[in-house]
């Protein structure tokens, strides 16, 4: 029986940041017309296809969708995965090593169940970055797990410090959810990296829940994936899945179509729970995402909006606040200690200029004293055209000097 302090603690990992920036800024008015760096919603135009796939399919709705996804949409998914990874070519069937996905949230939340199930331990524990994305820990929490958080800070390079983890840990371990370009931070996992934490999944039995939603978004060389890595070692996607989805890669959220692809025997299991306990994407929207993943051109926009804002960024922001460019993803990370943390920092922009951004320790659990990793930092989400990001930096250097 659940009692009050374990859902005090449930509640605790699993608390929306965005509800408590709403409960820290209260009532208070903003200094000047809002800008808000807060989400990370890309607003990039809507792609010219959308309106024509949706209006030649509007009758679909009427149907029931396949909750595996339809044939074309997982084709396009699998050729997309080649495309993107040309060493895989060949290597990803749709059949076996896809399960089509309501977002790529929806899976990295029920995947939990099918890992918690493939391995029986009296204690199993899920690895979570911290910061995380609140949805790994909600999974670990429902799978009667404990989750395990790894700090990610300046001294680990922002990516969890594999070398640290312990034997007794990682043979208890169903689960570790990794993000690459990983969010806050924007760090990126090189292949090297994901071939250790692939081998640490094989040795110790546990699945390597590959987080790679902002893989899309970068302004160098594309950032290496998890399923290349795990391939390159010997030819197999064994104890791997990676998911990825349509939100940020084509500024589609509202489609929710993502996807997890990877170990087969995994997929299928994942699949069969899925079948009974998961959304369907209504048809019409997986006609949309079917075009989505088989073009690019819609994506090169995208990624060229970002890479505006993130040049006025360096122009910007260049020697302050710790700024550093992010190797990928729209997110920068900003260290406001000299400003009294995260939370005054929010507070101080929101009231003084109308910047609204998100206070870092929200996205993270704390230690023994209560303070996360994070919490003198601020998350912005350069998301917007780019003379709407000038203006709000400027806000902000204004404002903070």
Not at 170 to 177: K, Q, S, V
Not at 200 to 210: E, I, K
Not at 219 to 237: H, K, M, R, S
Not at 256 to 264: P, T
């Amino acid at each position: 029986m659940s009692t009050d302090s374990d859902l005090t603690a449930l509640d605790t990992l699993v608390a929306s940041p965005f509800a408590r920036l709403k409960a820290l800024l209260g009532d208070t008015p903003p200094g000047k017309p809002p800008i808000t760096f807060a989400l990370g919603e890309p607003q990039a135009p809507l792609p010219d296809f959308v309106p024509e796939v949706l209006n030649q399919s509007m009758a679909d709705f009427t149907r029931y969708p396949p909750i595996a996804g339809t044939p074309g949409l997982r084709g396009a998914i699998a050729a997309w995965l080649q495309r993107r990874y040309p060493s895989l070519a060949g290597a990803v069937d749709a059949e076996k090593n896809l399960a089509v996905l309501n977002g790529s949230r929806e899976g990295l939340f029920s995947a939990i169940f099918p890992a918690r199930a493939r391995k029986a331990v009296a204690d199993p524990a899920v690895l979570v970055p911290n910061p995380f994305y609140q949805a790994y820990a909600a999974a670990a929490a429902a799978a009667g797990a404990e989750p395990v958080f790894l700090d990610c800070t300046a001294e680990t390079g922002f990516l969890p410090d594999l070398d640290t983890l312990d034997e007794a840990l990682l043979n208890r371990t169903i689960a570790f959810y990794l993000c690459s370009p990983s969010n806050p931070q924007g760090a990126v996992a090189d292949a090297a990296y994901w071939q250790k934490a692939v081998r640490l999944a094989r040795r110790h039995d546990f699945m390597l829940f590959a987080d790679e939603c902002y893989s899309e978004i970068y302004t160098g060389e594309p950032p290496a994936g998890a399923l290349e890595a795990a391939f390159a070692l010997d030819g197999t996607f064994d104890h791997v899945i990676s998911f990825n989805s349509l939100s940020k890669r084509s500024g589609l959220p509202g489609v929710r179509s993502g996807f997890a692809a990877g170990d087969s025997r995994f997929c299928a299991a994942f699949s069969r729970f899925r079948n009974v306990a998961a959304p369907q994407t209504p048809l019409p929207l997986q006609a949309v995402a079917e075009k989505a993943w088989s073009d690019e051109a819609h994506v090169t926009v995208g990624r060229r909006i970002i890479e505006q804002n993130l040049d006025l960024a360096d122009d910007l922001l260049a020697g302050r606040y710790g700024y550093q460019r992010p190797q990928g993803g729209f997110f920068l990370w900003l260290d406001m200690a000299q400003f009294g943390g995260g939370e005054a920092a929010a507070k101080t922009l929101w009231k003084e200029c109308g910047v609204r951004v998100l206070p870092g320790g929200y996205l993270a659990h704390g230690d023994n004293q209560g303070r996360p990793p994070g919490s003198s930092y601020v998350r912005l989400a350069l998301v917007h055209e780019a003379p709407v990001t000038e203006e709000g930096l400027k806000r902000i250097v204004g404002t903070l000097g």
